[in-house]
C-alpha cells in the first residue's frame, strides 16, 4: 500500500528563519512527487512536480528537492505570508490516483 | 477564467437525507475527481473520471455516486446521509490525469447530523 508521511505535523518559525519540511513516501513506480500549499478555507493550491531523485525545483522563497526516499520543501527566509499547510502527495505508476501526507501546518511570526 | 467552482459551500444535513455537490471546471480539463479532507487524515479519494462517460471508483466510494455526461461537469450524490460522512469535500481537476497538477475548488463544508 502506498504510504505518504509528512513531518513535522506543526513548525512555528520566525520571520527570516530558514527551515525545512519532510515528505517520505512508499509509493510504487512513482509517477510524479507534488507538493500543494493549502490556506484556510480554501483549496490545495499545487506548488511543484518532481519526477527523478536528484531533482530540484525552486519558486521564491521555496526549493523542493527529492530522493528516491524523501522530498523536502526547503523555506528561505519566510514572510508571514508564507503562513500555511504544505501538502505532499505521491503519484504511482498503475492505479489513477496520488496518495496525500496529512500535512505540514506552517507559521511564520512577524 | 474561474477553474473550479464548487457549490454549495456549506450544507447541513440530517441523516438519511440524500444531496448533490455539485462542481464545474472551464479548463477543458479530462480527468476529473472528488476527495474528503478530514481531521489528521490526508485527502482521499472518492471517485474519479478520466472523461466524459466515464467514471471509476477512489479508495473510499461507499455511500457516493458520481456520473460525468459532459467534460465540465462532475457531480457528487451523497445517497443517503449518515455522520460518518462529515467531512470537507474537495473537487480537482487536470489536463489528463491525477500525475499532472491538479487545480482544486475550495471544498464544500458538509455537517451530517
Known amino acids: 500500500e502506498d504510504q505518504v508521511t509528512q513531518s513535522p505535523e506543526a513548525l512555528r518559525l520566525q520571520e527570516g528563519e530558514s527551515s525545512s519540511l519532510n515528505c517520505s513516501y512508499t509509493v510504487s513506480g512513482l509517477r510524479g512527487l507534488f507538493w500543494y500549499r493549502q490556506d484556510p478555507g480554501k483549496g490545495p493550491e499545487f506548488l511543484f512536480t518532481l519526477y527523478s531523485a536528484g531533482e530540484e525545483k525552486e519558486k521564491e522563497r521555496l526549493k523542493a528537492t527529492l530522493t528516491k526516499k524523501e522530498s523536502f520543501l526547503h523555506i528561505t527566509a519566510p514572510k508571514p505570508e508564507d503562513s500555511a499547510t504544505y501538502l505532499c502527495a505521491g503519484g504511482s505508476g498503475g492505479y489513477q490516483k496520488v496518495t496525500f501526507g496529512t500535512g505540514t501546518k506552517l507559521q511564520v511570526i512577524p | 477564467n474561474a477553474g473550479v467552482t464548487q457549490t454549495p459551500k456549506f450544507q447541513v444535513l440530517k441523516t438519511g437525507q440524500s444531496m448533490t455537490l455539485q462542481c464545474a471546471q472551464d479548463m477543458n480539463h479530462e480527468y476529473m475527481s472528488w476527495y474528503r479532507q478530514d481531521p489528521g487524515m490526508g485527502l482521499r479519494l472518492i471517485h474519479y473520471s478520466v472523461g466524459a462517460g466515464i467514471t471509476d471508483q477512489g479508495e473510499v466510494p461507499n455511500g457516493y455516486n458520481v456520473s460525468r455526461s459532459t467534460t465540465e461537469d462532475f457531480p457528487l450524490r451523497l445517497l443517503s446521509a449518515a455522520p460518518s460522512q462529515t467531512s470537507v469535500y474537495f473537487c480537482?481537476?487536470?489536463?489528463?490525469?491525477?500525475?499532472?497538477?491538479?487545480?482544486f475548488g475550495d471544498g464544500t463544508r458538509l455537517s451530517i447530523l
Open positions: 480537482a481537476s487536470s489536463r489528463q490525469g491525477p500525475n499532472q497538477p491538479q487545480h
